[in-house]
């Protein structure tokens, strides 16, 4: 065997030894993501009506409805609330971030809720991270630990991508490639975990590794910068007019006249300020279902658009990451190989540290 194919199995062995638990930590806890919203819908039924009234659309009343409902709720002139507009139905998911001269000293964490589908009742409320399945989301994102814990799981994910790179080297045959891919079942049983381990890795081919390398860009900003530079999103400001800000519907008027060809997914308002009314849309060609990259910006005051932002101008790599990363891209199907290839992980970490534990066992002379 040659010096430098030692070094690489060595790369391997100690790489998968220290960042395999993260590894299939992160692999884990992507499964359960691919299917949030529906396993959280299941955990909280009192979301769920018998007969959903159909969802609100560009000029539904039911926006500034719930908007007055939330604001009697937490009667915050200063924070911002994000409406999601979905196409099921029923009751509609939005999210609350308190201001800082509300939250005082203590940084207060967003608040979801659910209004009911007119608007008028708040059916649940949560903090971001309170609940079962946001709460995997941060330790799937950033484990626990904000942007410390996002920095740790972007670049513990480059080595994971040497980790799987070196595995795939360390294999490589140099011989007959039939006998470097069969399975030894009558052979010893350390044999047989090499093989195990082997068969995990190569079956699934490169698609862990698409997975890795879409959650880095997703983690690390600068990183996703350098490599992709895509263009940054306007931040224009509101111009003050001396009168009342205007009506989520009109908003909602002015940005459908802008972008007559998109669908309505997000309504993001602040309460004070120059900060303009966000509209996220989805324009034809927008890869992502639920988070697009499209965004229509509304003078709060004058109701004029200030900036559209389309999404697709951004690069096939930066508009497709987000669905190939939690499977979305081809729908129900890949989602569910989504949910099966987070297990890769754990069974190449099982496999690989059985294989090296029997292997010091061996080799130890209190063994013989």
């Not at 989504?338 to 540290?353: M, N, Q, R, S």
Request: with cysteine; charged share 15%.
């Amino acid at each position: 065997m040659t010096r430098a194919r030692i070094l690489i199995r060595r790369v391997h062995l100690w790489l998968g030894l220290s960042v395999g638990a993260l590894f299939v930590l992160l692999g884990l806890t992507g499964s359960a993501l691919v299917f949030y919203v529906e396993i959280d819908d299941l955990l909280h039924p009192e979301t769920q009506v018998a007969a959903p009234a159909p969802a609100p659309g560009w000029a539904s009343p039911v926006w500034d409805r719930a908007l007055a409902t939330g604001r009697a709720r937490f009667p915050d002139p200063a924070g911002k609330w994000s409406f999601e507009a979905t196409d099921a139905g029923g009751a509609i998911p939005a999210r609350f971030y308190p201001s800082a001269s509300h939250a005082g000293h203590h940084s207060a964490p967003r608040m979801m809720l659910w209004f009911s589908s007119d608007g008028t009742r708040i059916l649940r409320t949560a903090p971001w991270g309170g609940y079962l399945m946001s709460w995997l989301y941060e330790l799937h994102m950033q484990l626990l630990a904000a942007d410390t814990g996002r920095q740790i799981v972007g670049w513990s994910g480059v080595a994971m991508l040497v980790l799987l790179t070196s595995g795939v080297i360390a294999w490589w045959p140099r011989g007959s490639w039939a006998k470097a891919l069969a399975f030894k079942r009558r052979a010893v049983s350390i044999r047989r975990l090499r093989d195990l381990h082997k068969h995990f890795g190569l079956w699934s081919a490169g698609l862990p590794a698409l997975l890795v390398a879409t959650g880095v860009l997703l983690a690390l900003d600068d990183v996703k910068a350098w490599l992709l530079a895509p263009p940054p999103v306007p931040a224009p400001h509101s111009v003050a007019t001396g009168g009342p800000p205007i009506s989520l519907a009109t908003a909602l008027a002015a940005a459908r006249r802008a972008v007559p060809q998109a669908r309505l997914v997000f309504i993001d308002v602040t309460g004070a300020g120059d900060t303009p009314i966000r509209v996220r849309v989805a324009l034809p060609g927008d890869a992502h279902r639920r988070f697009p990259g499209s965004y229509v910006f509304v003078d709060r005051f004058s109701g004029r658009v200030l900036a559209v932002h389309d999404g697709r101008r951004a690069g096939v790599v930066s508009n497709w990451m987000r669905s190939i990363h939690d499977g979305s891209i081809g729908g129900l199907a890949t989602r569910i190989l989504a949910v099966l290839l987070g297990f890769v992980p754990l069974a190449l970490f099982v496999t690989g540290w059985l294989h090296w534990r029997r292997r010091v066992r061996a080799a130890s002379p209190l063994s013989c």
